[in-house]
């Protein structure tokens, strides 16, 4: 090669590392973002103690067939990924930069409440696996050249993400951490990158070498299972048990719906019909977006205050919300707009007691969301973990990858439930 042909060659590189790994990696064998794939945001691990600092843990080299690409080797610290669309700042999703004032970084940090000696910039984009993480995953992930050939393909590392046991030998100190992203180059040398607070955590610096290992199995709070695709509900399947004691199972009132699989609950969307009937909200269901197998709520509410359970099981994915669905617990309660919600004392009593009663069997947090506009930074951070009990208004804002301005059921009627239910 003359001395031209190097000449170029590094100005190329110069070029490409400030992109990230990403660039260097052959397209095949990147992911097809969610928009790409038509599904809203996916699921995953939202924190719960699965993630972060550890101390004692084992693990094993090889998974359900899958290996590890190294054993032990040197590390780069990596930069922040974005939590979400760029809704707050403009200049969202810019690539690279590390200043002070740069506005996507302001917003990262806030919602992750990052320490200050890890706020190192934003290296762009969501990562390789290709859509929203949580706070959590973000804070403590990990990349290394995964293997996409093996049973399951990206799907295996990514859908929820793998848990990765890291150890620096040099102090025995260990963090948990999520796979999310793909890297690092080659010719780096290095063949694992962590996060900035993983780093923090593990007291490493790059190019240190540590231990990597799959970590043991963890209680996770969120995320879901694929389903089969098949019809089922009212005439289909046996009449189900009422998953809580508030709800009612009648075989008139159940939903039929395509089966996309199971969740563990870690949040509660709330919603309105927009009209004054169950009858025609149930069939409102059932026909709209025949094309995806119909949308579907896992419980509604009558205006007389009565609670029906629609699907089989509380714990099976609905479609009543984009960006929510692999953690949301969606109840729609029947009322022509905010008025007909607000007025009606029975169905404000019902659903104060059908959220306590959700919250207390699947331990979500008791956080309500009652500003859709500007919700404070304790909110933001707990919505996008996927943890608590959310408007379908803040939700389409701030999970919906391609946002339709849903109001409902309007601040003021959280507001009421948050203060009826004295959280």
């Given at each position: 090669?003359?001395?031209?042909?190097?000449?170029?060659?590094?100005?190329?590189?110069?070029?490409?590392?400030?992109?990230?790994?990403?660039?260097?990696?052959?397209?095949?064998?990147?992911?097809?973002?969610r928009?790409?794939?038509?599904?809203?945001?996916?699921g995953?691990?939202?924190?719960?103690?699965?993630?972060?600092?550890?101390?004692?843990?084992?693990?094993?080299?090889?998974?359900?067939?899958?290996?590890?690409?190294?054993?032990?080797?040197?590390?780069?610290?990596?930069?922040?990924?974005?939590?979400?669309?760029?809704?707050?700042?403009?200049?969202?999703?810019?690539?690279?930069?590390?200043?002070?004032?740069?506005?996507?970084?302001?917003?990262?940090?806030?919602?992750?409440?990052?320490?200050?000696?890890?706020?190192?910039?934003?290296?762009?984009?969501?990562?390789?696996?290709?859509?929203p993480?949580?706070?959590?995953?973000?804070r403590?992930?990990?990349?290394?050249?995964?293997d996409?050939?093996?049973?399951?393909?990206?799907?295996?590392?990514?859908?929820?993400?793998?848990?990765?046991?890291?150890?620096?030998?040099?102090?025995?100190?260990?963090?948990?951490?999520?796979?999310?992203?793909?890297?690092?180059?080659?010719?780096?040398?290095?063949?694992?990158?962590?996060?900035?607070?993983?780093?923090?955590?593990?007291?490493?610096?790059?190019?240190?070498?540590?231990?990597?290992?799959?970590?043991s199995?963890?209680?996770?709070?969120?995320?879901?299972?694929?389903?089969?695709?098949?019809?089922?509900?009212?005439?289909?399947?046996?009449?189900?048990?009422?998953?809580?004691?508030?709800l009612?199972?009648?075989e008139?009132?159940?939903?039929q719906?395509?089966?996309?699989?199971?969740?563990?609950?870690?949040?509660?969307?709330?919603?309105?019909?927009?009209?004054?009937?169950?009858?025609?909200?149930l069939?409102?269901?059932?026909?709209?977006?025949?094309?995806?197998?119909n949308?579907?709520v896992?419980?509604?509410?009558?205006?007389?205050?009565?609670a029906?359970?629609?699907?089989?099981?509380?714990?099976?994915?609905?479609?009543?919300?984009?960006?929510?669905?692999?953690?949301?617990?969606?109840?729609?309660?029947?009322?022509?707009?905010?008025?007909?919600?607000?007025?009606?004392a029975?169905?404000?009593?019902?659903?104060t007691?059908?959220?306590?009663?959700?919250?207390n069997?699947?331990?979500i947090?008791?956080?309500?969301?009652?500003?859709?506009?500007?919700?404070?930074?304790?909110?933001?951070?707990?919505?996008?973990?996927?943890?608590?009990?959310?408007?379908h208004q803040?939700?389409?804002?701030?999970?919906?990858?391609?946002?339709?301005?849903?109001?409902?059921?309007?601040d003021?009627?959280?507001?009421?439930?948050?203060?009826?239910?004295?959280?």
């Amino acid at each position: 090669m003359d001395t031209k042909k190097i000449r170029i060659f590094i100005v190329l590189l110069l070029i490409i590392a400030p992109f990230g790994v990403l660039a260097l990696v052959p397209i095949a064998m990147i992911p097809l973002f969610r928009g790409e794939q038509g599904l809203g945001p996916g699921g995953g691990l939202s924190g719960g103690g699965c993630l972060g600092s550890v101390s004692g843990e084992s693990g094993t080299l090889t998974k359900d067939g899958h290996s590890l690409p190294a054993a032990s080797g040197k590390v780069g610290r990596e930069q922040h990924l974005n939590l979400k669309k760029p809704t707050d700042s403009p200049t969202d999703n810019v690539s690279g930069k590390t200043k002070s004032d740069d506005p996507a970084a302001k917003v990262h940090y806030q919602l992750s409440n990052t320490p200050a000696q890890d706020q190192n910039g934003m290296a762009g984009g969501y990562g390789a696996r290709g859509k929203p993480s949580t706070v959590e995953e973000e804070r403590y992930y990990i990349n290394m050249r995964w293997d996409y050939s093996g049973s399951g393909g990206s799907g295996f590392w990514f859908e929820p993400p793998q848990t990765i046991l890291v150890t620096n030998p040099a102090n025995n100190k260990q963090v948990r951490a999520a796979v999310i992203e793909y890297g690092p180059a080659a010719w780096t040398g290095r063949v694992a990158g962590l996060s900035p607070e993983a780093m923090t955590a593990l007291g490493a610096s790059t190019d240190d070498t540590l231990e990597y290992a799959f970590a043991s199995p963890c209680q996770q709070t969120g995320g879901s299972k694929p389903g089969t695709g098949e019809r089922k509900g009212r005439g289909i399947t046996p009449k189900p048990t009422a998953g809580i004691p508030e709800l009612i199972v009648q075989e008139d009132h159940r939903l039929q719906y395509k089966d996309r699989g199971t969740i563990t609950p870690s949040m509660i969307v709330l919603h309105w019909t927009g009209g004054d009937s169950f009858s025609g909200a149930l069939g409102g269901l059932e026909n709209r977006m025949p094309e995806v197998g119909n949308l579907s709520v896992q419980i509604m509410i009558d205006k007389d205050g009565k609670a029906y359970q629609l699907m089989d099981s509380l714990n099976e994915k609905s479609a009543g919300a984009a960006g929510a669905n692999d953690w949301a617990i969606n109840i729609e309660i029947v009322g022509n707009g905010p008025s007909a919600l607000i007025n009606n004392a029975a169905e404000i009593n019902t659903t104060t007691n059908v959220v306590r009663s959700l919250s207390n069997k699947f331990g979500i947090p008791h956080i309500i969301s009652v500003d859709s506009t500007n919700p404070d930074s304790a909110t933001k951070s707990a919505l996008l973990n996927h943890r608590g009990v959310f408007s379908h208004q803040i939700v389409d804002k701030y999970l919906n990858d391609s946002p339709t301005g849903k109001t409902d059921p309007s601040d003021t009627f959280m507001k009421t439930i948050k203060n009826n239910s004295s959280w």
